[in-house]
Nanobody, 126 residues
Framework: QVRLVESGGGLVQAGDSMRLSCAAS????????MAWFRQAPGKEREFVAA????????YYTDSVRGRFTISRDNAKNTVYLQMNSLKPEDTAPYYC???????????????????WGQGTQVTVSS
């Protein structure tokens, strides 16, 4: 069992930056690939970014590539999402997720994740 707790959300203006954190507890954090998803009202849950269990490879959806950076600190059992140049369309609750999947292309699919956090709201005003 893995428990995930997100933090760092809030209200910012377009162009601002924000960093989300996801603290993990329970089974070995280092064995899990980690990701961030978001789900705007009335839309399906959307993949944002993923990082492999070693931290050596990252994967982003096109709309955030170059603006967002996912990273992890295995000593602190924490994964981060640094978000720069935020846009109003980035507004959504953001969810942290953990997966045993090793194949990078599969990490963009929500069904491959075993554990989810409760989410943290990010609101970007224009």
């Amino acid at each position: 069992q893995v428990r995930l707790v997100e933090s760092g959300g809030g209200l910012v203006q377009a162009g601002d930056s924000m960093r989300l954190s996801c603290a993990a507890s329970g089974q070995s954090f280092i064995t899990y690939s980690m990701a961030w998803f978001r789900q705007a009202p009335g839309k399906e849950r959307e993949f944002v970014a993923a990082i492999t269990w070693t931290g050596g490879t990252t994967y982003y959806t096109d709309s955030v590539r170059g603006r967002f950076t996912i990273s992890r600190d295995n000593a602190k059992n924490t994964v981060y999402l640094q978000m720069n140049s935020l846009k109003p369309e980035d507004t959504a609750p953001y969810y942290c997720a953990a997966s045993k999947t090793r194949l990078l292309p599969l990490l963009k699919l929500a069904r491959n994740y075993d554990y989810w956090g409760q989410g943290t709201q990010v609101t970007v005003s224009s």
